[in-house]
């Protein structure tokens, strides 16, 4: 957990929900229909066991997992509870302005990500455009001691090749 992250549960009188992610099966009603989802679970001990393998059967589940059923029970219970809760409210309990705050973090996040990348990218094309994978290509290829490769040698190389 970053500090920043840390800090915010700290300071804040209530629970940001994380994002849910892409790829699960709850992903194509969010991301795509807009219906609302959720995953509840708990975390902490371990990473959740193993997630759609052959061994994610019965014997695993009881012999490695969840032995006695308590984690399980608990799940099923909270869960339950909530969706009762929600079911049966006049009004459900969202706060819109929470989300909206959330999602702008999520655009932030974004933001940084695409910054990133779009500089990764500059600089592979730099690269690229001074034969800096050309230069590695043969090790018999000079380098100068300033790091200036030796344009004559890349070239000879490169039409030999």
Excluded at 40 to 49: A, H, I, N, P, Q
Excluded at 78 to 96: C, K, Q, S, V
Excluded at 132 to 142: C, E, N, Q, S, Y
Aim: with cysteine.
């Amino acid at each position: 957990m970053s500090r920043a992250i840390g800090k915010e549960a700290r300071t804040r009188a209530d629970l940001r929900i994380g994002a849910m992610g892409s790829g699960s099966d709850y992903g194509a009603f969010l991301q795509h229909d807009g219906i609302a989802a959720l995953n509840l679970g708990f975390g902490g001990e371990d990473g959740g066991g193993i997630y759609h393998s052959i061994y994610d059967d019965f014997y695993w589940f009881t012999h490695f997992s969840d032995k006695d059923f308590v984690y399980g029970r608990a799940l099923a219970q909270t869960a339950g509870t909530a969706i009762m809760r929600m079911a049966d409210a006049d009004l459900l309990p969202f706060e819109y302005g929470d989300f909206s705050e959330t999602i702008q973090t999520y655009v932030k996040e974004l933001k940084a990500l695409a910054q990133k990348s779009r500089q990764q990218i500059m600089e592979t094309n730099r690269q690229l455009e001074e034969g800096v994978f050309t230069a590695i290509i043969d090790p018999r290829v000079k380098i100068g001691a300033s790091g200036e490769r030796n344009r004559a040698a890349i070239s000879e190389f490169c039409a030999a090749g």
